[in-house]
């Protein structure tokens, strides 16, 4: 298997490994945005969180709860950004759903969520709401 977190939960590649159960994994990022950036994996490989089955899912995000508590505490921490890129598009780089959990202090210079966005929505709130309604609705 050449994806490196099918590796890592495979044990074929060390990694700072923090927590573990049936489903998921979650270990220190090897380049970390801060001191105590985790990872939290499911153990199957796919791409995309909306590709997992719905227990992965409800799995993978109780591991993110659990841990981002005592994340926080261990690192003297103020808070937490935490996120997904869902899909090469959102420059994801390892194929394989990963939850990021980075630790964040008052003034530690870096932006919320929204500052990695330009401004730009471009169609109406209504219209997309009703876009979305559709599309879940055929599926
Ligand atoms: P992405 O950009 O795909 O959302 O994040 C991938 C993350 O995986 C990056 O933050 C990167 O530092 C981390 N990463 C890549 N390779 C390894 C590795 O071999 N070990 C660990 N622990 N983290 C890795
Ligand atoms: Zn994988």
């Known amino acids: 298997m050449s994806c490196i977190f099918c590796r890592i939960i495979g044990g074929e590649i060390p990694a700072q490994v923090v927590a573990r159960d049936e ?6 990022d090897v380049s970390p945005l801060a001191d105590g950036h985790v990872l939290v994996v499911p153990h199957s490989h796919v791409a995309r969180l909306d590709d997992l089955e719905p227990g992965e899912a409800d799995a993978l995000f109780r591991t993110v709860v659990r841990l981002s508590g005592p994340v926080r505490d ?17 420059g994801q780089t390892v194929p394989h759903v990963h939850v990021h959990i980075v630790p964040r202090w008052h003034a530690d210079g870096a932006g919320s969520i ?17 876009a979305i309604r559709a599309a879940l609705e055929v599926r």
């Not at 489903?23 to 220190?28: D, E, G, I, R």
């Not at 261990?74 to 959102?90: E, R």
């Open 23 to 28: 489903v998921t994994l979650a270990f220190l």
């Open 74 to 90: 261990a690192l003297g921490a103020d808070g937490s950004t935490i996120g997904v890129n869902n899909g090469d598009a959102t």
């Open 114 to 130: 929204h500052s990695i966005f330009p401004p730009g929505a471009k169609r109406g709130v209504a219209e997309v709401g009703d």
